[in-house]
């Protein structure tokens, strides 16, 4: 949040005029500096991006039970009470593919598993039953064959 400041006696970086307020009355520089640290940029980032805040309860349900509705309400300029469109598919895909690498990464972990014993196994079952070298040597041959 945005702290209040006086700058009284502070003058423009660009016209040296005597400040009023955060921006120049005469040529309209800000007064905010644009070196910020690093953590600033991020948060300033996620904040445009992903600042979802009560209008996704009005949002979300019109576009899914009437998303006729909500595309009139657009285009007749009524849009304060919900959320941007292209916001609201920014963050919907980026839940998504959180979703979906956590989905496939669980997966691709079951199926690894699966595979393990499975050769685990196979292997155990093969080769118990070969008496010599030449059979584990044969039977090895057949598997990777």
């Given at each position: 949040?945005?702290?209040?400041?006086?700058?009284?006696?502070?003058?423009?970086?660009?016209?040296?005029t005597?400040l009023?307020?955060?921006?120049?009355?005469?040529?309209?520089?800000?007064?905010?500096?644009?070196?910020?640290?690093?953590?600033?940029?991020?948060?300033?980032?996620?904040?445009?991006?992903?600042?979802?805040?009560?209008?996704i309860?009005?949002?979300?349900?019109?576009?899914?039970?009437?998303?006729?509705?909500l595309?009139?309400?657009?285009?007749?300029?009524?849009?304060?009470?919900?959320?941007?469109?292209?916001?609201?598919m920014?963050?919907?895909?980026?839940?998504?593919?959180?979703?979906?690498?956590?989905?496939?990464?669980?997966?691709a972990?079951?199926?690894?598993?699966?595979?393990?014993?499975?050769?685990?196994?196979?292997?155990?079952?093969?080769?118990?039953?070969?008496?010599?070298a030449?059979?584990?040597?044969?039977?090895?041959?057949?598997?990777l064959?």
């Amino acid at each position: 949040m945005k702290e209040l400041t006086i700058h009284k006696g502070a003058l423009c970086a660009n016209c040296q005029t005597p400040l009023e307020g955060e921006y120049c009355h005469h040529c309209g520089q800000s007064v905010h500096s644009v070196l910020r640290p690093v953590h600033g940029l991020f948060e300033e980032f996620f904040e445009t991006f992903l600042h979802v805040d009560g209008r996704i309860l009005h949002t979300l349900p019109a576009l899914f039970l009437k998303p006729g509705f909500l595309t009139l309400e657009y285009f007749s300029g009524r849009r304060v009470r919900y959320i941007a469109p292209f916001r609201l598919m920014f963050v919907l895909c980026l839940l998504s593919f959180f979703a979906l690498h956590l989905a496939t990464d669980v997966i691709a972990h079951r199926v690894q598993q699966r595979h393990q014993h499975a050769v685990l196994v196979d292997q155990g079952e093969d080769f118990s039953q070969a008496q010599t070298a030449k059979q584990v040597q044969h039977q090895l041959d057949r598997k990777l064959a």
